[in-house]
């Protein structure tokens, strides 16, 4: 029998959904009459204007490329940080927790330091003309930086947890590394792996600081959709900035959604 709220739960109850919509629903709204105030037709012409366009390709390049390689880096690390003990292992976990610590601004300048025109491998690279910053390359990698820790910290304390006997189990009986994986391991990290690339892929997308420094914002070529925010915004293009907001926050949302149905199921399982 459900026991009555007395003033005080009341209260925080109260509290909390206020807080909630001014922080949360009152933006998103705003975002909304922001991007339609000049109606559909203006929120159409901008959202189909070239470099939105572009921006909305490059977003979604960078995701599609960081996502896939953050998978496959996420899930040998912790496969190789929970089943082997090996000399440099606690290294290699608190390395994993650097772009955790680090500022984003900070990891772009130090990829722009390295890798610019004037770093310390640019010159060689310019030389083979081969360009990463100013590019979408710099864009991947910075994103590849600071989304890295995501798969592999949700993985590691789960695949820890887990013990690794029933691979040695499938070893025994003949099963090779891939099977092991497939039949074995996959099906006991699936909804951990799964939730891990779900926030992978939110902060490829929504990723401001890092691609900023080594973007060089040029409009049509290297402006991502965080980017091009900022810069219809300077620009006081109003309707192109927030209708660019409001792509960025539906892919927010449908993030939130995926992540919900992938928790409802995980806690059916």
């Keep these: 029998m459900k026991s009555k709220l007395n003033s005080t739960q009341r209260g925080l109850i109260v509290l909390s959904l206020a807080l909630v919509f001014i922080l949360l629903v009152l933006p998103l709204l705003l975002i909304v009459s922001q991007a339609f105030s000049q109606g559909i037709q203006g929120f159409w012409q901008a959202i189909t204007d070239s470099d939105m366009s572009h921006a909305i390709q490059l ?20 496969w190789s940080v929970t089943h082997y003990r090996f000399k440099g292992r606690q290294l290699l976990m608190t390395l994993i927790d650097i772009p955790y610590a680090t500022s984003p601004v900070v990891a772009g300048l130090c990829y722009l ?26 864009l991947v990698m910075v994103t590849l930086f600071v989304t890295s820790p995501f798969i592999a910290r949700l993985l590691i304390p789960l695949m820890a947890e887990q013990g690794s006997d029933q691979e040695q189990a499938a070893l025994t009986l003949g099963a090779n590394g891939w099977q092991i994986f497939y039949h074995v391991t996959l099906p006991k990290i699936k909804w951990g792996l799964l939730y891990g690339v779900i926030l992978s892929n939110a902060r490829a997308i929504g990723e401001f600081g890092a691609v900023s420094v080594v973007s060089g914002a040029i409009r049509g070529q290297t402006l991502t959709l965080a980017l091009l925010v900022e810069q219809l915004n300077e620009d006081h293009k109003v309707v192109g900035a927030f209708s660019a907001a409001l792509l960025l926050a539906s ?16 806690l059916k399982k």
């Design 251 to 266: 892919m927010a949302i449908i993030t939130i959604g995926v992540k919900a149905i992938v928790e409802s199921n995980n």
């Design 113 to 138: 330091v390295v890798y610019g025109a004037e770093g310390y491998f640019g010159q060689w690279l310019s030389t083979h003309d081969i360009q990463l910053m100013f590019a979408w390359p710099g």
């Design 59 to 78: 977003t979604l390049l960078v995701a599609a490329i960081s996502v896939p390689v953050n998978l496959i880096f996420g899930v040998f690390l912790a």
